[in-house]
């Protein structure tokens, strides 16, 4: 019989080949393309508590309601939703993957620890309530309900009970989304669509319009841009975050262990998609101190002299130097 240990070295051996394998032979990233390696993870790893032992009792029954509104919005609050229709048809699950569980793709893990927050973005703080309003409001290109209504308070009693693990201040690794190391060249959408036809459109479509569910209510394959997708206030508007999202994440099934996308893919293919139309947002109240202003947030006026386009798609690396 094997041991645990040669099982579980095999095992990696195979992952490591299968990622290999469908990045066409090559190893899923190529150093010389970059001028920053990725900055070390060496937190702790976080992993959500199971939800089995979420209590049969009413503050148990509020915080599986939270579970399910985050993980099937649309049905709640979409066009056709059945309390209201107020969001674009998106569920909070299309980017807090598997209920906002999983490193590297928008956990909640330091939420309920770290709110209220000074939001850098509004100069406010912000608590977790006003996070999920900018979410229904960017996100989900619509409107929040009711913050003190049952949904959002069932919303916030699960990111509680998801986040109950980590204190204040914890560093944990794989919150938000990886941050890739830049290009020494600005991202190119005509390369990322060339991407996007090969390993995106069979499910997010050729217009990146995704796939409605049968019942209308909901997406199977939600969609990436035009009038249903997220608005350019959101946080997946910012190449960066899109790119370490798609990196570790896309297409569906590969994670950060076993990413189906080089480095040089996720950025090319995030510039395609953030190229194409998508409901517009009112943010010029946005990073008023622009000091905090992200290099890749697209609307100026910016501290330095950079030009939108090169704030929008790189190459990043002089920008931070000058900053
Ligand atoms: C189109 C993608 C997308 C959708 C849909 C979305 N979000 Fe987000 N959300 C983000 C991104 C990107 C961030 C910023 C990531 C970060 O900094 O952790 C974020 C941040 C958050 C945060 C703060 C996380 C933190 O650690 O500070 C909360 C809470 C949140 N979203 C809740 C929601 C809720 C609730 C919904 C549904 C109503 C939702 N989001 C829908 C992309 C999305
Ligand atoms: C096999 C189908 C499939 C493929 C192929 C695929 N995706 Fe997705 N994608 C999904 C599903 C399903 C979700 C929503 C995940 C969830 O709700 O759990 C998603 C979510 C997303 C999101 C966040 C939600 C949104 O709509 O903005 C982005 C961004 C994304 N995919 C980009 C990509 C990119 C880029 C590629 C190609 C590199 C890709 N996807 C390939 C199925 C797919």
Redesign the pocket.
């Known amino acids: 019989m094997l041991s645990r240990y040669t099982t579980l070295l095999l095992i990696t051996g195979i992952f490591t080949l299968l990622a290999i394998a469908c990045n066409n032979g090559k190893p899923a990233t190529d150093k010389t393309q970059y001028v920053s390696k990725p900055a070390k993870v060496s937190a702790q790893t976080w992993s959500a508590p199971d939800s089995n032992a979420i209590h049969n009792d009413k503050s148990g029954d509020m915080i599986r309601y939270g579970k399910e509104l985050?993980a099937h919005?649309a049905e709640y609050f979409g066009p056709n939703g059945t309390i209201a229709h107020l969001s674009n048809g998106?569920?909070?699950q299309?980017?807090?993957l598997e209920g906002g569980s999983r490193l590297f793709a928008?956990n909640?893990s330091?939420?309920a620890a770290?709110y209220p927050?000074l939001s850098f973005r509004s100069g406010k703080m912000q608590p977790?309530s006003q996070?999920?309003t900018d979410?229904?409001n960017r996100?989900?290109a619509g409107k929040a309900p009711d913050t003190n209504g049952r949904e959002v308070q069932a919303?916030i009693a699960y990111?509680k009970w998801i986040g109950q693990g980590v204190k204040k201040g914890e560093k944990i690794k794989g919150?938000?989304?990886e941050k890739l190391p830049f290009l020494t060249v600005a991202a190119d959408p005509v390369k990322g669509q060339v991407i996007y036809m090969a390993k995106c459109k069979v499910c997010h479509g050729v217009n990146g319009e995704g796939l409605p569910a049968v019942d209308k209510r909901a997406y199977t394959y939600p969609p990436l841009w035009g009038p249903n997708s997220?608005n350019d206030g959101?946080?997946?508007y910012r190449i960066g975050?899109l790119a370490g999202?798609v990196k570790n994440n896309m297409p569906f099934g590969a994670t950060y262990k076993s990413p189906q996308l080089s480095n040089e893919e996720a950025w090319n293919v995030a510039a395609f998609i953030n190229s194409q139309p998508r409901p517009h947002y009112d943010q010029h109240k946005d990073w008023n101190d622009l000091k905090n202003k992200p290099i890749d947030f697209p609307f100026g006026p910016y501290a330095d002299g950079f030009s939108e386009k090169q704030h929008k798609y790189g190459p990043f690396g002089p920008m931070k130097k000058k900053v």
């Open positions: 985050l919005t998106m569920n909070c299309n980017c807090h928008n909640y330091v939420v770290s927050k977790i996070r999920i979410c229904f996100s989900l919303m990111i919150t938000a989304s997220y959101a946080g997946m975050n999202f």
